[in-house]
């Protein structure tokens, strides 16, 4: 009796036996873990800009409430201001306010600070450049210029983010 119960389930396991897969049986699994790992990767990079978008706001913002305070932004203020963005990595381009220095906002007027700030692009860190010599920098007129050498550009990116961050409150001293 256990020779037959042997047989038998030998007899089971070689009919249900797996054939070997081809390119075409896998074709539909590949095709949709390169959607996946792409989906993941602009995930990814959206988010690190969205993060890098959020830093600048919060700075300025804090910068907004001195000046909804004080109905002006100081100097030290505005000083304070750039090293602060500086500090987060960025670069500062123009900082403006519709109040002129040392002249306060009346009770209520509206009160506005716009920063404009430049940051290395992160999706480009990844699939940027291939650098032979000089590199990417910022003029005094905030264009690109490369430093010498060549430089072979990927996905058509830009090395280089920028982007202005504008509020407003009212004036409240």
Not at 45 to 56: D, E, F, Q, R, W
Not at 72 to 94: H, M, S
Not at 99 to 110: F, I, L, T, W
Not at 127 to 145: F, I, M, P, R, S
Request: aromatic letters at 10%; proline letters at 3%; a neutral charge.
């Amino acid at each position: 009796m256990n020779n037959k119960k042997r047989i038998t389930i030998m007899k089971h396991l070689s009919l249900n036996k797996m054939e070997d897969g081809n390119i075409v049986d896998n074709l539909t699994v590949i095709i949709i873990m390169v959607f996946v790992f792409a989906v993941l990767f602009a995930f990814i990079s959206y988010s690190k800009c969205v993060m890098i978008k959020l830093n600048a706001d919060s700075i300025t913002k804090e910068y907004l409430y001195k000046m909804e305070e004080w109905g002006y932004l100081k100097p030290e203020d505005k000083e304070a201001l750039i090293k602060d963005l500086e500090n987060a990595g960025f670069t500062v381009n123009r900082i403006e306010t519709n109040v002129p220095v040392r002249k306060q906002a009346a009770y209520g007027d509206k009160v506005v600070l716009t920063i404009t700030v430049s940051i290395p692009n992160p999706v480009y860190e990844i699939l940027g450049a291939e650098k032979k010599g000089g590199e990417y920098v910022l003029d005094e007129n905030g264009n690109q210029t490369n430093t010498g050498g060549t430089m072979f550009v990927k996905a058509g990116l830009s090395p280089i983010l920028t982007f202005s961050v504008s509020m407003s409150s009212t004036s409240k001293w």
